[in-house]
């Protein structure tokens, strides 16, 4: 149930500690989140890729 994009792989949720667990590419090896922060950089990088994504196709 894992997800790879560029922003580092998403590995799932942990229901009982509502975290997610994020593992990025180096330097950073993972990331542990609480579901509000992984709902927040979700909600960020989703953006950025609306923002990338617009940028190309306004070329």
């Known amino acids: ?18 975290t997610v667990v994020v593992v990025f590419p180096q330097p950073v090896k993972q990331l542990v989140l609480t579901t509000v922060q992984a709902q927040a950089l979700a909600t960020a990088l989703m953006q950025r890729v609306l923002l990338l ?6 070329e």
């Open 1 to 18: 149930m894992s997800q790879s994009s560029d922003f580092g792989t998403f590995i799932g949720t942990d229901p009982e500690t509502q």
């Open 53 to 58: 994504e617009n940028s190309e196709g306004a």
